[in-house]
Structures are given as C-alpha cells and as structure tokens.
C-alpha cells in the first residue's frame, strides 16, 4: 500500500534465509481485519506508507534454518507479527506484548501480503493436522480473546457482557463461555452481528437499538447482575453503560479501539472499587491457547467467514467490507487459486 486507498503489486525476487532459526513459509491465507481498513484509509495513526499488509495468516513451510527443531518443510503454521526490542522494562518481565518499542507487522513493519515471508522460530506456532490453512489465519484474533480472558482474575461462574459483536468481540464471548461464565451477554446495534453470534453458540443478545441495556440484564441476569464486562466496539456508550450497572468491585477489560477519548465518570470507579484494565494483543501462550481451543471446538470460526477473495483481490476485498460493513465479519484473502 503505497498511499491511503492504493495498493500496487511487485514481483520481488524469493527471500532467502538468512539465520540458522529462520523459517521460509509460502503463504496461504490471509485475515482481513479493521485495523487493516484504518490503514487503507489513512486514519491508523501508527502506520506510515509504503507498507506491506497483513498479520493474520497460515503459511506452509518450505525451507528451515538448521537450528530450526519446532516445523519441517511441509507444516503448516503461522506466527505472531509482534517485532519487540527485548531490553525495555515489559519485555524484561516478560510483557513484551507491551513492549515500549513494539512494532508489528502489517503497520510498523512489512507484513504476510506476499507470497513468501521469512519468520523466526520463536514467534512461530505450528497448525495441527486436523486443522486447515483458513483456520490458522484466524489464530491471531483467537489469541486477542484468549489474552483478554486470561487478563481478567477470573471468568468461571460469573455473568459477562461483551459490549460489540464484530469478529473481536464475538471471539471474546466464545473464550467466556468455554472458560466457564455462567451467563454471557453480547450487545451490538447491528442483527446480522448478533445473529453470528448466536450461531456460534452465545445464547443471550442485546441490540441498543431496541432494548435499553437495563432491560436487557434485568432480562437476562435477574438479580444476579454481572460481574465482568469486556469492551471491544471502542465506543464511549459502552464502556459507561458497564460502569453504571456492573456489580461492584468488578472488573472491565478494555480491547477496544477508541477513535475519541471516551468521558467517564470517575467517581463512580472510585466509589464503587471498579476495575479498569487494557488488553493489548497477545502473549505466544495465547496463540497455543488460541489453536488449543480451537482444535477442541471450544470456538467457532466458520460462522465468522463473510467471503474469501483471490491475492489480486486485495483492494476489492476493502472496497466490499466498505460498501458491506453491516453484513460482513472476516474478509479471508486466498493466496492459492486451487482452493
């Protein structure tokens, strides 16, 4: 993508490898995400132009460093597009997923939107057998909600609320109840979210549109209320909903994009011992979590697959979710004609 709203293609030679743990994959799938739409609009405020695109892939592999003991030459798997420095206090704790000097690939650094992309070991996760290369594009956002439930103290037998049913938010539900939450609630404005979300198995659904969120967990909750809620619409709306009606002394994780600061009434967090707390990206555990579960059908994938479209296809593929937005979940970029 050379400028907002232009994308070229080159033929670069085939990159070799250049370390003993190095892996050279030949890309399958490619995950579109709305990150991915900010850029392609101008409006990501951390990415630059030129740039190559994509972070959530499957790849086989073709060629490995001789260090290389996790893949051989045929597997499939995918890897974690975070490019962190090692020496900040984050990642000295092992936080690196908040590393002060993180760049990741697709935004800071060039990303999977070629046919052959060089990985090293240590960021690579291999897809097992009985999955397919479409499933492991979706490793990268499984492992955003298997992060943000591992963020939270604790799920098991508590009511949830998931404020935005996009691909994120939905992923967030399904890691809910398969940890074990009592009751999970997903709220979004737009049905043919909610539907989705249904039929990946999260039972209780909240349009704004049609049902103030008090009658909606009086509906669902009874007396019980809820006592955690996840934000993953970036929408101040929410996120103050979740502060007014949560039980006290619980938690609100934060996955959200917020476009704008959001206005919230602090003293009611004081009050009321609410926690706050953000959720960024993902730690390499998730990503084995993420393909754990999935491998399990504890998740759900397929329902969240709107339609795939050929390498060529890129910007048509941005065109169709802008003139399809309310109808359209994950955008998958098929690499392979044959497929």
């Known amino acids: 993508m050379t400028s907002p709203g232009k994308i070229v293609f080159k033929n670069p030679e085939k990159p070799s490898l250049q370390g003993s743990n190095d892996i050279l994959l030949k890309i399958n799938k490619i995950g579109i995400c709305g990150s991915d739409i900010h850029v392609f609009h101008g409006t990501h405020p951390f990415t630059s132009y030129p740039i190559i695109q994509g972070h959530e892939y499957s790849g086989e592999v073709i060629s490995t460093g001789n260090d290389v003991t996790l893949v051989k030459p045929g597997d499939k798997v995918t890897a974690r597009p975070q490019l962190v420095c090692g020496k900040c206090n984050p990642c000295l704790r092992n936080d690196y997923n908040i590393c002060e000097n993180l760049k990741v690939q697709g935004f800071q650094a060039n990303g999977c939107a070629q046919d052959y992309f060089i990985v090293p070991e240590n960021r690579t996760v291999k897809i097992p057998d009985k999955l397919e290369f479409v ?3 979706f490793i990268e956002p499984l492992a955003v909600g298997a ?15 998931v404020f935005g049913a996009g691909t994120i938010g939905n992923i967030v539900a399904q890691f809910a109840k398969a940890k074990g939450a009592s009751k999970v609630l997903i709220s979004d404005p737009i049905d043919y979210k909610l539907k989705k979300a249904q039929e990946c198995g999260i039972n209780f659904t909240h349009n704004p549109q049609k049902e103030t969120f008090e009658d ?14 996840f934000e993953a619409a970036g929408a101040e709306a929410p996120i103050i909903n979740a502060i007014k009606h949560i039980e006290n ?9 917020f476009d704008e600061p959001a206005k919230i009434h602090m003293s009611l967090v004081c009050e009321r011992e609410i926690k706050i707390i953000g959720s960024m990206m993902y730690k390499h555990d998730d990503y084995l979590e993420a393909i754990e579960f999935l491998s399990k059908d504890l998740v759900k994938i397929k329902p969240l697959i709107t339609k795939e479209f050929l390498f060529e296809e890129y910007e048509a593929a941005y065109r169709y979710i802008d003139e399809n937005k309310d109808q359209t979940l994950k955008i998958i970029i098929n690499m392979n004609e044959n497929e």
Not at 147 to 161: E, G, L, M, P, Q
Not at 222 to 228: D, I, P, S, V
């Open 147 to 161: 992060h943000s439930t591992n963020v939270a103290t604790n799920i098991k037998d508590k009511n949830v609320v």
């Open 249 to 257: 002394g619980s938690e609100i994780i934060i996955l959200g994009v």
């Open 135 to 137: 499933d492991g594009a």
């Open 216 to 229: 909606c967990i009086s509906r669902v909750f009874k007396k019980e209320g809820f006592q955690l809620a």
